[in-house]
């Protein structure tokens, strides 16, 4: 079933004594739901190790949030729109949920050498779908669970997705530079 292992437990117990959280609320040693307390622990440490990550991911993404027209993609058309990652960790935990290997971009976002985009079902928009990675002005990949290959909607709304980017002139570096 879905047992807590001792070395899951440990670890958890570990991380809170790195965030300094001493506590003993039953809450904190004991969650309802250790693998969601535990989740948000791990990404607590990775943004304090990564902060400057953090820092670019998020410039990169408000400034994609403020592009005039986006909200059309964001909001999404036939059966599909776009998400944008707002930390390093949106990307791990992505490519843990596709078992693909988007997670290992985290360095290539923040530092605006490519920006990788989340394609979701409007229906479902908070189960990861598809990703694109678009790169030099164009759309470098698009992949699903365990790499499949969109089939030919999803690349139709890719594409037009990544002529809107590329009408925007949007650039990760330029966006990083600004501020």
Do not use: W
């Not at 479902?124 to 365990?146: L, T, W």
């Amino acid at each position: 079933g879905n047992e807590v292992t001792y070395y899951e437990y440990e670890h958890y117990i570990e991380n809170l004594r790195k965030l300094n959280i001493t506590s003993n609320a039953k809450s904190d040693i004991y969650p309802k739901n250790f693998y969601v307390a535990d989740r948000n622990i791990s990404r607590q440490i990775d943004e304090e190790l990564n902060a400057e990550q953090v820092k670019a991911v998020r410039l990169i993404s408000e400034g994609l949030r403020k592009m005039e027209g986006i909200e059309r993609f964001m909001q999404g058309s036939k059966g599909l729109l776009v998400k944008v990652p707002e930390c390093p960790a949106d990307l791990k935990e992505e490519g843990i949920s596709l078992h693909n290997c988007i997670g290992t971009y985290t360095k290539s976002v923040s530092e605006g050498r490519t920006f990788i985009f989340f394609i979701r079902q409007i229906d479902i928009p908070d189960k990861p779908f598809f990703a694109m990675e678009y790169r030099n002005g164009h759309i470098s990949q698009i992949h699903g669970n365990h790499n499949c290959n969109p089939d030919e909607e999803i690349k139709a709304f890719c594409n037009s997705f990544a002529k809107y980017l590329q009408l925007m002139k949007f650039e990760p570096k330029k966006l990083l530079a600004a501020a």
